[in-house]
């Protein structure tokens, strides 16, 4: 079975540029949550998305948006880059929205903004 | 809202010797507790988890965790590390079923970067 996969895996963009990073989850996951991850921060959740609806939403400003299809894949874009962008963003899945279940990790979207 | 403290950022261990990497965390509800590791250039990976029940939870791979409900803790640890152990490890805490808190997210602490030393 196929794991969480994210695209691109690297990526570099410029102040005030926009990004799209996509995620794949496993096959019959139908919960998607993405995580920014920095040194010294941990990981920060930014949302997840079940049957293409936003469920949770974490303290990110607006320049931070995502969506999920019918597939269950998602994508999250960043718009107007700023230096502090420059993370790991992962996504992870799950089979649905219960807090008892795994999340799956993809190995993330190293993005460095300049 | 739940939160958790990773008070070591950093742990150097030798090989052969024990590990406890620290883990506690703060709510006033009942919690699921996590513990994920990620290896280099890769994603997390769940160690183990306590949901209910025996309050020592163990690994696979020789991890254990004790839920401490008084002391709020869920510390992790391993009788005997060895070089593949090295990893960064994450503590993690989301409100129980039941808790009225129902879908909340999964709070993850800043980690703990655990290094061997042969």
């Known amino acids: 079975k196929a794991g969480v996969t994210q695209t691109p895996r690297y990526l570099i963009k410029t102040r005030g540029q926009q990004v799209t990073l996509s995620c794949s989850p496993i096959?019959?996951?139908?919960?998607v949550s993405w995580y920014q991850q920095t040194p010294g921060q941990g990981l920060q959740f930014l949302f997840e998305?079940?049957?293409?609806?936003?469920?949770n939403k974490g303290n990110f400003p607006g320049r931070f948006s995502g969506r999920q299809f019918s597939n269950s894949r998602s994508e999250m874009n960043v718009s107007t880059l700023e230096l502090g962008d420059s993370a790991l963003y992962l996504c992870?899945?799950?089979?649905?929205?219960?807090?008892?279940?795994?999340?799956?990790f993809g190995e993330g979207s190293r993005l460095t903004v300049l | 809202a739940q939160s958790v403290t990773q008070l070591d950022s950093q742990v150097p261990v030798f090989e052969e010797a024990p590990v406890e990497l620290r883990c506690n965390y703060s709510?006033?509800?009942?919690?699921?507790l996590f513990w994920y590791v990620q290896y280099p250039n890769q994603g997390l990976q769940l160690l183990l988890k306590?949901?209910?029940?025996?309050?020592l939870v163990e690994s696979i791979n020789g991890f254990e965790a004790e839920f401490n409900k008084s002391q709020t803790s869920f510390h992790l640890r391993k009788p005997s590390v060895h070089i593949s152990d090295t990893a960064e490890y994450f503590c993690?805490?989301?409100?129980?079923?039941?808790?009225?808190?129902?879908?909340?997210?999964?709070?993850f602490g800043t980690g703990t970067r655990l290094t061997i030393i042969p």
């Open positions: 992870a899945s799950s089979l649905d929205l219960t807090p008892t279940g795994e999340l799956f």
């Open positions: 096959s019959g996951h139908r919960s």
């Open positions: 998305y079940f049957s293409e609806t936003q469920r």
């Open positions: 709510s006033s509800v009942s919690v699921y």
């Open positions: 306590y949901l209910s029940g025996s309050t």
């Open positions: 993690a805490v989301t409100y129980s079923i039941g808790s009225n808190f129902g879908n909340e997210k999964l709070t």
